[in-house]
């Protein structure tokens, strides 16, 4: 272990801790496990719908809040001007960052320059409490404060990329900008990287490196018996995860599985219309919405299912997938992104169009028909998993950039 472990990192995002994001604290239990103090902070406090579990509930207690120190205007104006005070010239640099990478129009430049602001604040706490370097999850708004945080107290930053949807507008996040300025940038699939490297310069490519998220393969070890026709879904409750095709998908199954019944976990804008939707469809007893769970609820619940369902229409490559698979359950999903990096067709689960419920009908219908196949898919499932998606594994790679030990 190298001296720098001694002094503190920080950990940065829009919101933390979430129930929806639990590969962020997995990420951060690890690097601390590993010897590395790490602090936490967070740009907005999480609503309580999210603190599902004493693990978020004391990642919460623990984090800083950029937005509520900054509502005492005694914190906010000495973060500032003691920027301004300390290194004048480093301060206005960072000002014209923030107004040159502000998106056209003068409402995102109010809010880049809210993003500067709280980007003092964080330098700031960080100067505070001596942290040698920042690393952002979600590149998109709060990687924007990193950046500025950056330019402002000469710490350096790095950021994990995810997407999909910063790549539905890396011009708006400037995402070139925050490729060139980062120390280096984690990816989490090689889709992922090669977005990375279509969205920036060529000579910056050496910064980009496949850490994935993961998990913890033990936690989530629930045995080879899926043999029975209970569905698992774990995910926000948008139209970006699908699940009306799921529900249009499970009408012609129950001729043939009367038993077939799935637990959606979650919540979000979505759910009133999705249970209208089941209503509507005569699903009432085929399906439950039991709203947000604890990472322990989860695995309890992957345990009780055989075969996880994931019918996104754009995602990275889903943790609730990984642990799906670790706990030895087949799986069906979409052939999208960073998937097939983690599902292999045919071997731990089956890939299918995204949009197309006759498609997905019909793989499950395959699974749920042959209990031999989805315990030998369960297995290969599980191998994947420890093999490129434990979270230790990652976290040890991760810990080697953060103190420049990894090319």
């Known amino acids: 272990m190298s001296d720098t472990k001694k002094t503190p990192i920080a950990y940065l995002t829009?919101?933390?801790?979430?129930?929806?994001?639990?590969?962020?604290?997995?990420?951060?239990?690890?690097?601390?496990?590993?010897?590395?103090?790490?602090?936490t902070c967070s740009v907005r406090r999480t609503g309580v719908e999210h603190l599902v579990g004493e693990e978020q509930k004391a990642e919460a207690k623990a984090t800083f809040y950029i937005l509520a120190a900054a509502k005492s205007p005694v914190t906010l104006l000495s973060a500032?001007?003691?920027?301004?005070?300390?290194?004048?010239?480093?301060?206005?640099?960072?000002?014209?960052?923030?107004?040159?990478?502000?998106?056209?129009?003068?409402?995102?430049?109010?809010?880049?320059?809210?993003?500067?602001?709280?980007?003092?604040?964080?330098?700031?706490?960080?100067?505070?409490?001596?942290?040698?370097?920042?690393?952002?999850?979600?590149?998109?708004?709060?990687?924007?404060?990193?950046?500025?945080?950056?330019?402002?107290?000469?710490?350096?930053?790095?950021?994990?990329?995810?997407g999909p949807d910063i790549f539905f507008a890396p011009d708006h996040w400037r995402l070139d900008e925050k490729i060139k300025r980062a120390k280096f940038v984690a990816c989490i699939s090689h889709f992922c990287r090669s977005q990375a490297m279509a969205f920036s310069n060529p000579k910056h490519w050496g910064k980009l490196h496949i850490i994935h998220c993961g998990v913890e393969p033990a936690r989530y070890d629930a045995g080879e018996d899926p043999v029975e026709t209970n569905?698992?879904?774990?995910?926000?409750?948008?139209?970006?995860?699908?699940?009306?095709?799921?529900?249009?998908?499970?009408?012609?199954?129950?001729?043939?599985?009367?038993?077939?019944?799935?637990?959606?976990?979650?919540?979000?804008?979505?759910?009133?219309?999705?249970?209208?939707?089941?209503?509507?469809?005569?699903?009432?007893?085929?399906?439950?919405?039991?709203?947000?769970?604890?990472?322990?609820?989860?695995?309890e619940a992957l345990a009780a299912s055989d075969l996880f369902v994931l019918p996104s229409f754009a995602e990275g490559v889903p943790v609730v997938l990984m642990e799906a698979m670790a706990a030895r359950r087949?799986?069906?999903t979409t052939h999208i992104a960073g998937i097939p990096?983690?599902?292999?067709?045919?071997?731990?689960?089956?890939?299918?169009?995204?949009?197309?419920?006759?498609?997905?009908?019909?793989?499950?219908?395959?699974?749920?028909?042959?209990?031999?196949?989805?315990?030998?898919?369960?297995?290969?499932?599980?191998?994947?998993?420890?093999?490129?998606?434990?979270?230790?594994k990652e976290a040890a790679r991760m810990g080697q950039l953060l103190d420049g030990d990894l090319t």
């Open 14 to 39: 829009g919101e933390y801790p979430r129930a929806t994001d639990t590969f962020i604290q997995r990420e951060v239990a690890a690097l601390r496990a590993l010897g590395q103090p790490v602090e």
């Open 80 to 162: 500032v001007f003691g920027a301004l005070l300390r290194n004048p010239a480093r301060f206005f640099k960072a000002l014209v960052l923030a107004v040159k990478t502000a998106p056209p129009g003068f409402r995102n430049l109010i809010f880049q320059l809210f993003y500067f602001a709280e980007a003092a604040v964080l330098a700031a706490h960080l100067r505070k409490k001596g942290v040698r370097h920042l690393h952002n999850h979600i590149a998109k708004s709060s990687c924007t404060v990193a950046m500025l945080m950056s330019a402002l107290s000469g710490i350096p930053y790095s950021f994990t990329l995810h």
């Open 231 to 299: 569905l698992l879904f774990v995910g926000r409750l948008a139209p970006v995860k699908g699940l009306p095709i799921l529900l249009r998908a499970l009408e012609p199954l129950k001729a043939e599985f009367p038993k077939i019944h799935l637990t959606v976990i979650g919540d979000g804008p979505g759910r009133k219309a999705l249970e209208h939707q089941t209503e509507a469809a005569g699903l009432s007893e085929n399906v439950s919405f039991v709203g947000y769970k604890s990472q322990s609820e989860v695995a």
């Open 330 to 332: 087949p799986v069906v």
């Open 341 to 392: 990096e983690l599902v292999t067709d045919g071997a731990s689960g089956l890939l299918v169009p995204p949009g197309n419920p006759h498609a997905l009908s019909a793989a499950i219908g395959k699974i749920l028909a042959n209990p031999a196949r989805a315990t030998a898919m369960g297995i290969a499932g599980r191998a994947m998993v420890e093999k490129g998606f434990d979270i230790n």
